[in-house]
T-cell receptor
Framework: RKEVEQDPGPFNVPEGATVAFNCTYS??????FFWYRQDCRKEPKLLMS???SGNEDGRFTAQLNRASQYISLLIRDSKLSDSATYLC??????????FGAGTRLFVKA | DADVTQTPRNRITKTGKRIMLECSQT?????MYWYRQDPGLGLRLIYY???????NKGEISDGYSVSRQAQAKFSLSLESAIPNQTALYFC??????????????FGDGTRLSIL
């Protein structure tokens, strides 16, 4: 089993739709969590950190469920510019950072 | 100007050649990392360094070496390149303060092709 698993997609949604991605992690000692966005052939860019109580940044909402060991990302009112690959990232104390393979999203007009 | 700069951006070379990829940063971060990315596999850690005197192997260090010349510079070398090292390479940095909770910041990447 991979340490961090994501549905690779692709998710194909129309503009204005709400879409949600989940990411599961295997190490219960994981301490911090992030979502990154990566455009084709570009570098990953931090989208948002994920806090225990959940957090929101504009149209994006991140949730953490420690009991079930997953994090989620919800995108409301999808824009064409949201089309990208979304990477789930889990840090397990000290240095160890595990990147998920990513979920591809296509938003269509 | 980019905070994390990688050179070259693209490189095509032949099997057996020695190659160096360079990374420099202006973020003032202590921690620097080298990753490679292959389709469907996500990012995999090659080496990381927590300060100038600290170098550590990641999960796929075989065939690679690194040098931390200064706090701001971290280079990756392929001593004798082979075709399965063809990949997209990223350098990243993070702040050591409250390290477990600090995200990593990436350079633009180096696309390396080995023929």
């Amino acid at each position: 089993r991979k340490e961090v698993e994501q549905d690779p997609g692709p998710f194909n949604v129309p503009e204005g739709a709400t879409v949600a991605f989940n990411c599961t992690y295997s190490n219960s000692a994981s301490q911090s969590f992030f979502w990154y966005r990566q455009d084709c052939r570009k570098e990953p860019k931090l989208l948002m950190s994920v806090y225990s109580s959940g957090n929101e940044d504009g149209r994006f909402t991140a949730q953490l469920n420690r009991a079930s060991q997953y994090i989620s990302l919800l995108i409301r009112d999808s824009k064409l510019s949201d089309s990208a690959t979304y990477l789930c990232v889990v840090k397990t104390g000290g240095f160890k950072t595990i990147f998920g393979a990513g979920t591809r999203l296509f938003v269509k007009a | 100007d980019a905070d994390v700069t990688q050179t070259p951006r693209n490189r095509i070379t032949k099997t057996g050649k020695r190659i160096m990829l360079e990374c420099s940063q202006t973020k003032g971060h202590d921690r620097m990392y080298w990753y490679r990315q292959d389709p469907g596999l996500g990012l995999r850690l090659i080496y990381y360094s927590f300060d100038v005197k600290d170098i550590n192997k990641g999960e796929i260090s075989d065939g690679y070496s690194v040098s931390r010349q200064a706090q701001a510079k971290f280079s990756l070398s392929l001593e004798s390149a082979i075709p399965n090292q063809t990949a997209l390479y990223f350098c990243a940095t993070s702040d050591s303060q409250d390290g477990s909770y600090q995200p990593q910041h990436f350079g633009d990447g180096t696309r390396l092709s080995i023929l």
